[in-house]
Every structure is written in structure tokens, then in C-alpha cells.
């Protein structure tokens, strides 16, 4: 049986499309949180635009909740705080995994993508709370309950970048779980948007993340890097970070498991 063969024009052009897909994405939900803000503000703008003659501030705050109704509902403001509470909280771990010693001063691609994986997903959660407020709902500044539960009892026990791996790689699945489920639960078209263009960033971390864990637990930890040694790659490499043919959603959280009480 002849050698397997790594095309590396192949592994440098999807490395390309990843570093785009984010990059679009990003667009994407700034242009969906735009339209959104656009879809609700008019309104009350008009109102008041129309002065106190017709009737008093009464009135304009019924007009207003009316207006915010009109795009959003109650499980959709909840869906959104419990967005930022997933956001909130891999923040929260990615900035504990920056500090460790063996991240720290270790592998510097895990520890870049660390870093830009933190910055992205303080955006997202910009994005969420702003949406949830532009609603007339409360931004979520705490982590999600469940998971915070979660984070707290590992914690204790890494040790290792593969400890650390493991965790955000849980984080990161059950937030594309969530997001995937939420494009079908919200109401608003402008909020499946953004949800939608979450959702496939917070995959394309797990996928990172998987295959990072792969190349730890095969003793490979010199070739996670960028640019990488393709032609020392595992044949597994290039698939073991997609496992689903389709994202799955049964680990999604509930929209009310995040909320604001």
C-alpha cells in the first residue's frame, strides 16, 4: 500500500476559508444586530417626534413596549441573556486558561488561539446584550448557572492544556447547539440572523479545538502550529474535527436557563 498523500494546497486553502468564514460571519451579525436596532428604534422615535399634545408619557411608554413587542417576545429577550450568559462565561474560562503557567508559556499557536477565540467571543456577547436591550430587556453580565456549575468543579482539576482543551471544548459545543436551536425558536427574522451567524463560529472553535485534542492525545503537540508540517499529519486530521454531518441541538440549553431573573 503506497504512503498517504496530504494535499497541502488543499489544507492551506481551507485554512484560508476558516480565517474568511469568521470574517464573514462577524459581518453578518453586526449587519443583523443593525437591521434589528433599525426594526425597533424608528418607532419610538416617531412617537416622540409626534410631541405630549395627543397624550402623556404613559402613553409613549405603551407605545413603546407595543413597538419592541411587535419584533420581539418574552423567550426571545431570554434566549438572548442566555446567549451572553454562554458568552460570559467562556470569556470568563478563556481569560483563567490565558493566566496558566502551561498556556502561558507553552504551545504559542494554543495561546494565540486563546486569544482571539477570548476577543470573539466578548463580540458576541456584545451582541447579544445589545439586542436583548434594544428589546427592552436587561443586558446578562453573569455566566450561565448550569455551566458556571460545570466550570467550577473542573477547574480544580486541569493540569494540562488537554484539561484546558477539554473544557472549552464543551463550552463551545453546547453554545453551537444553543445558537443552531435558537434560529428556530426566536420569532424575530433579524435575530435568527444573528443567531445563525453565531452559531457556525462557535462550531469552527469546537472543530479547531477537537483537532488540537487530537494531536495532544497522539503525543503530536509540535504540529499544532501555523503554518503546520502537513505531511506529518494524522489521516484523521482532517476530519476529526467534524464528527456530525449535521450540527446536532439535544445538549442546546434552554432559552430560560441564562436569563435575567
Known sequence: MGVERIDTRLLEILTEQSQDLNSDALRITSSALDDFTEATAPRSRRWWQRGGAVAGAAGAAALLSSARAAAT????????????????????????????????DGNKTVAAFIAKTTTQH????????AAATQAGGKAQTGPDPKYAAVVKEALPTIKTPADVVALAITLEDV????????????SDAQLRKL????????AQHRA????????????????????TDAAKLPAAAGSVGFP???YPTKNASPISEGAVK
Not at 85 to 101: D, K, R
Not at 211 to 218: D, F
Request: proline content about 5%; aromatic content about 8%.
Open 244 to 246: 456530525d454531518t449535521f
Open 175 to 186: 453554545a453551537a447547539q444553543t445558537y443552531t436551536k435558537n434560529v428556530g425558536q426566536v
Open 208 to 227: 479547531t479545538l477537537l483537532a488540537v485534542q487530537a494531536l495532544l492525545a497522539g503525543n503530536l503537540p509540535d504540529l499544532i502550529a501555523i503554518p
Open 73 to 104: 417576545t418574552g423567550d426571545d429577550i431570554m434566549a438572548l441573556q442566555t446567549a451572553a450568559s454562554l458568552e460570559n462565561l467562556a470569556i470568563s474560562v478563556y481569560q483563567t486558561a490565558a493566566g496558566l503557567p502551561f498556556i502561558k
Open 195 to 202: 443567531f445563525a451567524s453565531v452559531a457556525p463560529v462557535e
Open 122 to 129: 466578548q463580540a458576541h456577547a456584545k451582541a447579544f446584550n
